[in-house]
């Protein structure tokens, strides 16, 4: 097996670590973009961990027994916005959505596994879940990896699928001016 770079190394422990209590999770964020968009260097994992509504506390104090929290009071931080801000044992930033949105438990079903290195195998979003994440984040990064998935995997996002899930997120967020950037940025591609 070949030497894991850090991030991947801490990726794999968030893993093993929803695996081993038969979590649903999957990655996401720079992740997923090293596997359907154009590489790019990326300071932490991201990982959606689906935990439902009312029930966050026993996976965030799991998790919190596991990894070494990022701030003192992350329990709290995590139950107001939804982050568990963790860090694993090698000091790579761990950020853990605690998904619950009908949305989230679709990523997860569509979420497949891929060989980052030979015997790394971790899941991660499908490239047209990447999309609709990295639009509604909006920022100049995120724009940009959904340009490289778009380049990148040409003709294959299911773009019918992308808009199915997009369009209901951004009228939750009152920002349709996003769907306007997409579809100018799909046109252009």
């Excluded at 959505?97 to 290195?117: C, H, K, N, T």
Aim: net charge negative; hydrophobic share 45%.
């Amino acid at each position: 097996m070949q030497e894991l770079t850090p991030i991947l190394a801490a990726a794999s422990q968030l893993v093993d670590f929803c695996r081993a209590r038969g979590w649903s999770y999957c990655l996401i964020g720079g992740l997923a973009v090293q596997r359907w968009g154009e590489p790019r260097f990326t300071r932490d994992a991201d990982l959606t961990l689906l935990t439902g509504f009312g029930g966050e506390a026993d996976f965030i104090d799991g998790l919190l027994a596991e990894f070494m929290p990022r701030r003192p009071d992350a329990k709290d931080f995590a139950s107001r916005s939804r982050v568990l801000l963790l860090r694993a044992e090698n000091g790579v930033d761990l950020d853990v959505a605690l998904g619950a949105l009908p949305f989230e438990q679709r990523v997860i079903d569509r979420a497949s596994d891929y060989e980052f290195r030979a015997g790394c195998r971790l899941p991660t979003c499908s490239a047209e879940d990447l999309v609709v994440h990295k639009v509604f984040a909006g920022r100049e990064r995120d724009w940009a990896d959904v340009r490289g998935v778009l380049d990148r995997q040409h003709g294959k996002v299911d773009m019918a699928l992308v808009r199915r899930e997009l369009e209901p997120l951004l009228e939750a967020k009152e920002e349709p001016e996003a769907m306007v950037k997409f579809e100018k940025m799909v046109s252009e591609i």
